[in-house]
């Protein structure tokens, strides 16, 4: 059974930072593609950036391009997201997924086969 675990979420202003932090306990992680995904109230699920097994290759959604970087220390079991110049339509619970898969980065959510709990990001203006 592979357990998928965010942290890293809270509160910021506009204009602020914040960095998420994902691990998958279960597969050996280097085998493991990963990715964020996001659902603010009243809006279905979003994606966000993804990342393949090696950290060689990511793909990230037109509205966080530029903001956002996804990251991965193999070496450390874990996954980061770092997001800059936050805004209020950020707000959202992140989710984190994985699945063992040695293909390019996807932003397609049934790609992935396991999910985290979700972490709460709130951007206020």
């Known amino acids: 059974q592979v357990q998928v675990v965010e942290s890293g979420g809270g509160w910021v202003q506009t204009g602020g930072s914040l960095r998420l932090s994902c691990t998958a306990r279960?597969?050996?992680?280097?085998?493991?593609?990963m990715a964020w995904f996001r659902q603010a109230p009243g809006k279905d699920r979003e994606s966000v950036a993804a990342?393949?097994?090696?950290?060689?290759?990511?793909d990230y959604a037109g509205s966080v391009k530029g903001r956002f970087t996804i990251s991965r220390d193999n070496a450390k079991s874990i996954m980061y997201l770092q997001m800059n110049s936050l805004k209020p339509e950020d707000t959202a619970v992140y989710y984190c997924a994985a699945t063992v898969w040695f293909g390019p980065p996807s932003l397609l959510a049934p790609t992935y086969d396991y999910w985290g709990q979700g972490t709460q990001v709130t951007v206020s203006s």
């Open positions: 990342i393949n097994w090696s950290g060689g290759s990511t």
């Open positions: 279960g597969p050996t992680f280097s085998s493991v593609t």
